[in-house]
């Protein structure tokens, strides 16, 4: 299974020295926040509108230790998967870059895209 992780280049490129990914909120939330392929644009749309310093990472939950949690948090009813552990970056199969449109929404990346 695969999930995405919105964050911003400057966290990646902070993780990769010492091989964990740990958002600053993961203390207080307990968890990291992810998506599905599908869900990535909604959630960046709605969360991150006008951001040009973004990259998603692209997480094999198979390389990860702990568990990865399909819930809503926030009363709907689409579910959304959270990873309960911090992120090693050993389990990033990939970063995408990810900066939004010239109008400032976001599209799934071309390295996202299927082949024509």
């Known amino acids: 299974m695969t999930v995405f992780h919105i964050t911003t ?5 902070l993780a990769a020295e010492p091989g964990v990914y740990t958002p600053e909120r993961f203390a207080l939330e307990g968890f990291i926040h992810c998506s599905y392929a599908g869900q990535v644009c909604g959630v960046a749309n709605r ?14 939950c198979g390389r990860l230790s702990c568990d990865v949690v399909d819930e809503n948090l926030e009363g709907g009813t689409e579910l959304f998967p959270h990873v309960y552990g ?9 970063v995408h870059a990810f900066p939004c449109s010239a109008g400032g929404r976001f599209d799934l990346p071309q390295s996202m895209q299927p082949p024509v």
């Open 9 to 13: 280049a400057r966290e990646a490129h």
């Open 47 to 60: 969360l991150f509108r006008g951001r040009t310093d973004l990259v998603l990472l692209e997480v094999d």
């Open 86 to 94: 911090p992120l090693p970056m050993a389990a990033v199969v990939r």
